[in-house]
């Protein structure tokens, strides 16, 4: 029964631990008069909950999806009145706007070789919207099913992109940005595209570790990089190429060695971010040539002006505290039980001593008299 009640006693503090560190629970009360959120905080940190009901008609918010913050939808052909004496209320603005999925499209393809990737194309604004492609400097490797199309609201497409490199490109790293326009908005798809040998003797992996996703100007990122030898000549020396660019195909900076392969060789290579970066998404690529062989891999990674630290490193601390205050509750635990344990034991010796005196004629009072005068003997002893 001790054991349960401590084991409780634990339990009890480690959930207190999590519901302080998840900090404020909010409690959505949804009802079609009156939307709002109202909530009792359990911690230190509160938990906002956003949407439709908040009184403010903002994201993808419209008239037609969120009538309780943005009001009822204008009639389309109505012709917007002019505003009364009295300052009755105004027409709400229709919002232009529409989203891209993937955001980023890696692709890679061998030299002669043909692959095809689909895009989503979302309306999601209020109105009709007319959209206008433009490949930019990637137009001689896709070949994408529609230039220009049109959504009406709340309307999507899917659009396929035919990847294809010629027999004779040369193996690189080829990177572009594909423009969606529509009634004044522009939105691009970051495109990356591996063009490999048609028959190659290495393979090679590049990864940037999460730490390095975030870089600022000046600063290092790294990739870990692994070489693999598919071919029969063991070791050989292959040159191997490095490059930080942009998705404009700008060379940020470069680094180029040669290094002996035998089956497989596994490193990490650190590239210095130039101080004139500016801030957005670039591309960390290696390749790897012997020959005529050539093997490409890359990855990407932001230049920023602030890292943001992990949110495992932003309460590390209070773990640690946290695990501190369960320690010393575990140890006051420990002591009381031992406690205990020794207030147990006195008393069953006190027990047997009275019934071992009552047994021989002895009174209850000189029992208990010379019981504490034996306690104090044991105590000064020790």
Known sequence: MRRFSNTLIAFLAIALMFFSLIGNIYV???????????????????????????GTCSGDETCSSCSADCGACPSVSAEPSAPSAGGGPRQR????????????????????????????IANTGDTRLDFSVDLKNLADFILISEESFSLERGESKVLTLDF???IDEIPDVYSGLIEFSANGI??????????????????????????????????????DITILNMGDLMPVDVFVYYALKD?????????????????????????????????????????VDYGNSSAISSDTFEVVSEVEKPKAWITFKIYWLWLLILLLILLNLWFWSRRKKKQDASKFSLRNYVHRKLRKGHSYRTIKKKFSKKNKRKRNVR
């Open 247 to 287: 998705f404009e195909g700008k060379i940020l900076h470069n680094e180029q060695e040669t290094l002996a392969i035998s089956e497989r060789l596994g490193y990490s290579k650190y590239l210095v971010v130039p101080q004139d970066a500016v801030e957005g998404t670039y591309i960390y690529y290696v390749k």
């Open 164 to 166: 294809s490199a010629h």
């Open 28 to 54: 959505v009360d949804l009802t079609e008069r009156n939307m709002k959120a109202t909530g009792v905080p359990i911690g230190e940190v509160s938990v906002l909950v956003i949407g439709c009901g908040d």
């Open 186 to 223: 522009s939105k691009n798809l970051r495109v990356i595209l591996e063009v490999e040998s048609r028959k190659a003797l290495f393979d090679v992996f590049l990864k940037i570790p999460e730490e390095y996703k975030q870089v600022k100007k000046g600063n290092m990122v790294l990739g």
């Open 93 to 120: 603005p229709l919002i232009r706007n529409f989203i891209i999925e993937p955001e980023l499209l890696k692709v890679s393809i061998k030299q002669g070789q043909t692959l095809t990737r689909v895009v989503t």
